[in-house]
């Protein structure tokens, strides 16, 4: 009785997410000004668009080989169901502000895949810095190709300056894991004990930056996760007949990076758009092309964001008869 109790409350709490994700989906898409996209679409090449929204769908794929990368040796996961964590966590990421993406992400690769908070808080700790390694090869190489607007100088120097600072700080953990037994060992009040045990296993398994296949794989992983979505905006550009060069590209995809590293509203809404229309206006184009461009890009970046995990919310969690059979924890397999 209690069980079926538990069963139907669970049920109902993913109803009223579903619900909440679709009253999420009309709010954004409600938002954009259809009027001016209209006026460019007597122009634009849906062949191109979906390349685009393919493109910004393989960054789930490429991110969910990614974590598997950075999951500790000891515990397997099946490739279908991360995909299913990272779409559900880039859905939740751009519905709902700030960081509740993660937090879901965590709680879900904690119990799903068994490894506890502390594993899935250092495999968000390694997603972060393969980020933050992306991001700064971005800007570094813009810095080199092209010259930058005013407003977005200022802003690369708080980025990169978080990001090194980032880079230290994960660094200094992982490779001073051992000292925090010192610690465990000096201090014998309980709370304390548990406090430098979490830190101390969470430290012990940023294994990436320690191991260097693991490492270069991440980063590599990180570096195409870019590669697909400068690709996606290139589409942007061939569907609406834009010619420019090479390095627009790269300076837009900066832009974004810029302007998204701290969400202030669910999916970024208007400040994405912001910056790739003054981009494309310091590019020379016209403010009702550049406007286009910018509401299609974010457009075909939300589609698969949101749509993919909205989905597998639909189909897991609502359909009992899709739900796939729950999954062993692989150390007591053994």
Same mark, same amino acid.
């Given at each position: 009785?209690?069980?079926?109790?538990?069963?139907?409350?669970?049920?109902?709490?993913?109803?009223?997410?579903?619900?909440?994700?679709?009253?999420?989906?009309?709010?954004?898409?409600?938002?954009?000004?259809?009027?001016?996209?209209?006026?460019?679409?007597?122009?634009?090449?849906?062949?191109?668009?979906?390349?685009?929204?393919?493109?910004?769908?393989?960054?789930?794929?490429?991110?969910?080989?990614?974590?598997?990368?950075?999951?500790?040796?000891?515990?397997?996961?099946?490739?279908?169901?991360?995909?299913?964590?990272?779409?559900?966590?880039?859905?939740?990421?751009?519905?709902?502000?700030?960081?509740?993406?993660?937090?879901?992400?965590?709680?879900?690769?904690?119990?799903?895949?068994?490894?506890?908070?502390?594993?899935?808080?250092?495999?968000?700790?390694?997603?972060?810095?393969?980020?933050?390694?992306?991001?700064?090869?971005?800007?570094?190489?813009?810095? *080199?190709?092209?010259?930058?607007?005013?407003?977005?100088? %200022?802003? !690369?120097?708080? #980025? /990169?300056?978080?990001? &090194?600072? @980032?880079?230290?700080?994960?660094?200094?953990?992982?490779?001073?894991?051992?000292?925090?037994?010192?610690?465990?060992?000096?201090?014998?009040?309980?709370?304390?004990?548990?406090?430098?045990?979490?830190?101390?296993?969470?430290?012990?398994?940023?294994?990436?930056?320690?191991?260097?296949?693991?490492?270069?794989?991440?980063?590599?992983?990180?570096?195409?996760?870019?590669?697909?979505?400068?690709?996606?905006?290139?589409?942007?550009?061939?569907?609406?007949?834009?010619?420019?060069?090479?390095?627009?590209?790269?300076?837009?995809?900066?832009?974004?990076?810029?302007?998204?590293?701290?969400?202030?509203?669910?999916?970024?809404?208007?400040?994405?758009?912001?910056?790739?229309?003054? *981009?494309?206006?310091?590019?020379?184009?016209?403010?009702? %092309?550049? !406007?286009?461009? #910018? /509401?299609?890009?974010? &457009?075909? @970046?939300?589609?698969?964001?949101?749509?993919?995990?909205?989905?597998?919310?639909?189909?897991?969690?609502?359909?009992?008869?899709?739900?796939?059979?729950?999954?062993?924890?692989?150390?007591?397999?053994?």
């Amino acid at each position: 009785m209690t069980s079926a109790l538990k069963s139907k409350k669970k049920r109902l709490l993913y109803v009223i997410a579903w619900v909440v994700a679709s009253a999420c989906i009309y709010l954004a898409v409600d938002k954009f000004q259809w009027e001016s996209v209209l006026a460019e679409l007597k122009t634009v090449s849906f062949f191109w668009l979906s390349l685009a929204v393919f493109g910004n769908f393989s960054i789930l794929i490429l991110s969910a080989l990614q974590w598997l990368n950075f999951l500790p040796r000891d515990f397997h996961f099946g490739f279908r169901k991360m995909v299913e964590i990272i779409a559900l966590m880039v859905m939740t990421s751009n519905t709902v502000p700030f960081l509740a993406g993660h937090a879901l992400a965590v709680v879900l690769l904690a119990k799903r895949a068994n490894v506890g908070h502390a594993v899935a808080l250092s495999v968000i700790a390694l997603d972060q810095f393969a980020e933050g390694f992306a991001k700064l090869s971005l800007f570094l190489l813009v810095v *080199v190709l092209t010259p930058i607007p005013d407003w977005m100088q %200022q802003g !690369l120097l708080v #980025a /990169l300056t978080a990001i &090194l600072l @980032l880079f230290a700080m994960l660094y200094f953990f992982a490779f001073r894991h051992r000292h925090f037994k010192v610690f465990m060992g000096r201090k014998s009040h309980p709370r304390w004990y548990k406090v430098w045990h979490f830190i101390s296993r969470w430290a012990h398994h940023l294994e990436g930056l320690r191991n260097p296949r693991i490492f270069v794989i991440g980063m590599g992983l990180a570096l195409a996760m870019k590669g697909a979505e400068a690709l996606a905006i290139l589409a942007i550009q061939k569907s609406f007949g834009v010619e420019l060069p090479l390095w627009s590209i790269f300076l837009v995809l900066a832009s974004i990076s810029l302007i998204t590293m701290v969400p202030v509203a669910p999916g970024n809404l208007g400040v994405y758009e912001a910056a790739v229309f003054f *981009v494309y206006q310091y590019l020379g184009l016209p403010p009702e %092309q550049a !406007l286009g461009l #910018a /509401l299609m890009q974010h &457009l075909c @970046l939300l589609a698969p964001n949101i749509g993919t995990g909205y989905l597998f919310l639909l189909f897991r969690n609502i359909y009992p008869r899709h739900r796939p059979p729950a999954e062993e924890d692989p150390r007591k397999a053994k």
